[in-house]
T-cell receptor
Framework: GAVVSQHPSWVICKSGTSVKIECRSL??????MFWYRQFPKQSLMLMAT?????????EQGVEKDKFLINHASLTLSTLTVTSAHPEDSSFYIC???????????FGPGTRLTVT | GQQLNQSPQSMFIQEGEDVSMNCTSS?????WLWYKQDPGEGPVLLIA?????ELTSNGRLTAQFGITRKDSFLNISASIPCDVGIYFC????????????FGTGTRLQVTL
């Protein structure tokens, strides 16, 4: 149980285009999901908290108009990187909160490369 | 954002050796978690600790929740090559909507 998937696993896009990343909880419902970004050889940094049926809560310094989050169902949250630039190249990882103790289980990540 | 300090930053050990790493914070946390991340993959939850002083094992892994609630330790006994990876601690305060604060990571490499 508690399997989280992400799609795509990797994507290369041109500067100025938008990219959508999906995060799905496969065997449970998740009212809350989280989006992280990880640069090479660094730790995970929380970008935003995604709540089903309501607006996402963004961490300080994260542009909400650039990183659009939609959590329209209990099993799917999406992150859209709009007008991507090379500095947005990173490893994007989602997690979902599970169970009574609300542990976070992570997806396999999506590597985004902007050329 | 805030990060927790992990030490050591990296370590090279021989197969069969025991490993110890720790995580410290300037803030109190109500839950400590330890994750392992392999290259190009998401973190995998290893151990969760919910109470100060708690000692929990998962196979060859043992973790402890520090009495001060500002630190945690992870030990790996009899290391094997598959233990290679980056280990992250994470603290959670129930007052912050269950958000996790991650440590800086400990990179473990095991030589035969």
């Amino acid at each position: 149980g508690a399997v989280v998937s992400q799609h795509p696993s990797w994507v290369i896009c041109k500067s100025g285009t938008s990219v959508k990343i999906e995060c799905r909880s496969l065997d449970f419902q998740a009212t809350t999901m989280f989006w992280y970004r990880q640069f090479p050889k660094q730790s995970l940094m929380l970008m935003a908290t995604s709540n089903e049926g309501s607006k996402a809560t963004y961490e300080q310094g994260v542009e909400k108009d650039k990183f659009l989050i939609n959590h329209a169902s209990l099993t799917l949250s999406t992150l859209t990187v709009t007008s991507a630039h090379p500095e947005d190249s990173s490893f994007y990882i989602c997690s979902a909160r599970v169970g009574q103790r609300r542990e976070q289980y992570f997806g396999p990540g999506t590597r985004l490369t902007v050329t | 954002g805030q990060q927790l300090n992990q030490s050591p930053q990296s370590m090279f050990i021989q197969e069969g050796e025991d490993v110890s790493m720790n995580c410290t914070s300037s803030s109190i946390f109500n839950t400590w978690l330890w994750y392992k991340q392999d290259p190009g993959e998401g973190p995998v939850l290893l151990i969760a600790l919910y109470k100060a002083g708690e000692l929990t094992s998962n196979g060859r892994l043992t973790a402890q929740f520090g009495i001060t609630r500002k630190d945690s330790f992870l030990n790996i006994s009899a290391s094997i090559p598959c233990d290679v990876g980056i280990y992250f601690c994470a603290g959670r305060d129930t007052g912050t909507a269950s958000k996790l604060t991650f440590g800086t990571g400990t990179r473990l490499q095991v030589t035969l």
